[in-house]
């Protein structure tokens, strides 16, 4: 079964706007965490934003924030003010903390951000 | 402070093929991954190292494919026979484990090696 799941293939934002890429998650460990990466066409992951699922309070750092909802198991990316160097393959991943799992990471969205 | 770095960048061979691929990690970090990327998929781990001792190696295709990590620090991931499959992205990260209790630990990733077997 799929751990993470990512619906958007694609999303195409402008310059300047907010945009948010969607995030589902299935686990039943109640300790893990959620991550967000950026892969631009250079190939590197670039780590951007976690969020422990203890955490009372959505993480934020700078332009992006997550929109963490225990509930409904989903842990949306938000990028405010979108920059066109934002467009970018955007993976989310969870580590399940009992018993020390991986990283085990969505198929991904590419964003798009036009002038 | 420098990051993961791996080499080479690009690799194409035939297939039946040999390959190895280097990773050295951040300094001073004691667990080392190796990932395999397809295209237009998640990286999915294949192992993973603490200092010298592979604890997760569930996801690697032992027939085909082994791994090491000598000394605890730089790591070596080799195909031999490679085939067409084998074509994708491999990446390396590294972080810092500090202690037993299992905690958020950021991972860095190298820029991967682009593999295309012929």
């Known amino acids: 079964a799929q751990k993470i799941t990512q619906t958007q293939p694609g999303m195409f934002v402008q310059e300047k706007e907010a945009v948010t890429l969607d995030c589902t998650y299935d686990?039943?460990?109640?300790?893990?965490?959620l991550f967000w990466y950026k892969q631009p066409s250079s190939g590197e992951m670039i780590f951007l934003i976690y969020q422990g699922s203890y955490d009372q309070q959505n993480a934020t750092e700078g332009r992006y924030s997550l929109n963490f909802q225990k509930a409904r198991k989903s842990a949306n990316l938000v990028i405010s003010a979108s920059q066109l160097g934002d467009s970018a393959m955007y993976f989310c991943a969870m580590r399940e903390f009992t018993g020390y799992s991986t990283l085990t990471f969505g198929k991904g969205t590419m964003l798009l951000v036009s002038p | 402070e420098a990051g993961v770095v791996q080499s080479p960048r690009y690799k194409i061979i035939e297939k039946k093929q040999p390959v190895a691929f280097w990773c050295n990690p951040i300094?001073?970090?004691?667990?080392l991954y190796w990932y395999l990327q397809n295209l237009g998929q998640g990286p999915e781990l294949l192992i993973r190292y603490e200092n010298e001792e592979a604890v997760d190696d569930s996801q690697l295709p032992k027939d085909r494919f082994s791994a090491e990590r000598l000394k605890g620090v730089d790591s070596t991931l080799k195909i031999q026979p490679a085939e067409l499959g084998d074509s994708a992205v491999y990446l390396c990260a590294s972080s810092l484990r500090v202690g037993r209790v299992p905690d958020y630990n950021e991972q860095f990733f190298g820029p991967g090696t682009r593999l295309t077997v012929l």
């Open positions: 686990t039943s460990d109640p300790s893990y965490g």
């Open positions: 300094s001073g970090h004691n667990t």
